[in-house]
């Protein structure tokens, strides 16, 4: 029964990596067009909390995006620190930008207070510790004229360094957009991501009350699922001018801390998609541990499904992560893979059951 179970979550596992593989490699790389003679207005949300040493960053980059017609709109969500005090300094004469306090806590009211103060038909999202592309708001209004689709997600990045912890965060996040483009571009989005997205009014109007409110985190999911449930036209902008950068933690326990506050939202999942995906990758990093410990303390024939699950999994994964990692200019990464890979199952077994059942912290407030 553990066999055949095991190779099961293998078979299943390397199914949704396959889909996804033909998914990305299928979608054409969109180009775009300048439509400067159609000019819409995109609103930028931004939620913030104690961001006052990014938040400037973000905003030197806005003001040099090549699209013009956009609004920004900071929501300062309690901080405690001199975000709401730095932002005003820096926005004073500039009529496009604006900052408001949140009156309700938490970073998904925010979200709603900043969009019901926005005015333009397209709204686009991302996090106060974020860099986009100079041609980002372009990009996304270019491909939404051409598209009409009702949310769009694109590419985030995470930035690094020389070192090991740095690199193998990168490449683990990579893992993570790989997925999310692959399985968007074939058809089924099951993860999107708030730092690079952007939706219509008409769906926000239309899918905002499901944002699950008692969960501190999953605005993008939550939305990304209902509009998804509603029949709405998801669509991936696969154009590394619609890439956002991002940076990674600066230690192991704000990384775990990140990964518990993502995972803690799963519970509330109701995609078929969305749950056999999360399934399949815990199911196999499961039996992986399961048939290594057997194979250690009972039996040496459990060393056989033990490699060849193994073996299965860090082929596609290295398939997937070979042509994502191209797109964004991170194939370096690559030598990362098989380390990352035989400390992944611990990874995922241990954060699942941590976010699932214990505790996290974001920007001060405990959950």
Same mark, same amino acid.
């Given at each position: 029964?553990?066999?055949?179970?095991?190779?099961?979550?293998?078979?299943?596992?390397?199914?949704?990596?396959?889909?996804?593989?033909?998914?990305?490699?299928?979608? @054409?790389?969109?180009?775009?067009?300048?439509?400067?003679?159609?000019?819409?207005?995109?609103? *930028?949300?931004?939620?913030?909390?104690?961001?006052?040493?990014?938040?400037?960053?973000?905003?030197?980059?806005?003001?040099?995006?090549?699209?013009?017609?956009?609004?920004?709109?900071?929501?300062? +969500?309690?901080?405690?620190?001199?975000?709401?005090?730095?932002?005003?300094?820096?926005?004073?004469?500039?009529?496009?930008?604006?900052?408001?306090?949140?009156? =309700?806590?938490?970073?998904?009211?925010?979200?709603?207070? %900043?969009?019901?103060?926005?005015?333009?038909?397209?709204?686009?999202?991302?996090?106060? !510790?974020?860099? @986009?592309?100079?041609?980002?708001?372009?990009?996304?209004? !270019?491909?939404?004229?051409?598209?009409?689709?009702?949310?769009?997600?694109?590419?985030?990045?995470?930035?690094?360094?020389?070192?090991?912890?740095?690199?193998?965060?990168?490449?683990?996040?990579?893992?993570?957009?790989?997925?999310?483009?692959?399985?968007?571009?074939?058809?089924?989005?099951?993860?999107?991501? =708030?730092?690079?997205?952007?939706?219509?009014?008409?769906?926000? +109007?239309?899918?905002?009350?499901?944002?699950?409110?008692?969960?501190?985190?999953? !605005?993008?999911?939550?939305?990304?699922?209902?509009?998804?449930?509603?029949?709405?036209?998801?669509?991936?902008?696969?154009? !590394?001018?619609?890439?956002?950068?991002?940076? @990674?933690?600066?230690? *192991?326990?704000?990384?775990?801390?990140?990964?518990?506050?993502?995972?803690?939202?799963?519970?509330?999942?109701? +995609?078929? +998609? *969305?749950?056999?995906?999360?399934?399949?990758?815990? %199911?196999?990093?499961?039996?992986?541990?399961?048939?290594?410990?057997?194979?250690?303390?009972?039996?040496?024939?459990?060393?056989? @499904?033990?490699?060849?699950?193994?073996?299965?999994?860090?082929?596609?994964?290295?398939?997937?992560?070979?042509?994502?990692?191209?797109?964004?200019?991170?194939?370096?990464?690559?030598?990362?893979?098989?380390?990352?890979?035989?400390?992944?199952?611990?990874?995922?077994?241990?954060?699942?059951?941590? %976010?699932?059942?214990?505790?996290?912290?974001?920007?001060?407030?405990?959950?």
């Amino acid at each position: 029964m553990i066999l055949i179970a095991s190779y099961f979550l293998c078979v299943l596992y390397a199914a949704f990596i396959l889909i996804f593989i033909i998914g990305w490699n299928r979608m @054409p790389f969109f180009h775009g067009e300048s439509r400067a003679d159609m000019p819409f207005l995109v609103s *930028v949300v931004v939620p913030l909390r104690n961001e006052s040493v990014h938040i400037l960053r973000l905003l030197q980059a806005l003001e040099k995006q090549t699209y013009q017609y956009i609004e920004v709109i900071l929501v300062d +969500d309690h901080s405690i620190d001199h975000s709401f005090s730095v932002i005003s300094d820096y926005i004073t004469g500039k009529k496009h930008i604006s900052v408001i306090r949140a009156a =309700g806590e938490g970073k998904k009211n925010a979200l709603i207070e %900043g969009i019901a103060n926005s005015t333009g038909s397209l709204i686009v999202c991302t996090d106060a !510790d974020c860099v @986009p592309h100079q041609c980002w708001i372009e990009t996304i209004a !270019d491909f939404y004229e051409e598209n009409h689709p009702d949310m769009i997600i694109a590419p985030v990045v995470m930035t690094f360094d020389n070192t090991a912890f740095r690199q193998m965060q990168a490449l683990e996040f990579m893992s993570l957009q790989a997925s999310t483009a692959g399985a968007a571009c074939a058809g089924f989005p099951i993860m999107c991501n =708030g730092a690079n997205m952007a939706f219509t009014r008409e769906a926000w +109007d239309n899918n905002s009350a499901n944002l699950k409110h008692q969960k501190l985190s999953g !605005d993008d999911m939550f939305l990304m699922m209902s509009i998804k449930k509603k029949k709405g036209k998801i669509s991936y902008l696969k154009s !590394d001018k619609a890439v956002v950068f991002t940076a @990674p933690s600066n230690s *192991v326990s704000e990384f775990f801390n990140q990964r518990k506050r993502w995972v803690s939202k799963s519970s509330s999942y109701r +995609d078929r +998609d *969305v749950i056999l995906s999360a399934l399949s990758v815990f %199911g196999v990093s499961f039996v992986i541990i399961l048939n290594l410990v057997l194979a250690i303390f009972v039996n040496s024939s459990y060393w056989i @499904p033990f490699a060849f699950i193994f073996l299965v999994k860090i082929i596609v994964d290295r398939i997937l992560l070979f042509s994502f990692g191209r797109f964004v200019r991170s194939s370096q990464l690559l030598r990362w893979v098989f380390p990352l890979s035989l400390i992944y199952p611990f990874y995922v077994i241990t954060t699942a059951i941590s %976010g699932l059942f214990g505790k996290f912290d974001w920007k001060g407030r405990r959950s």
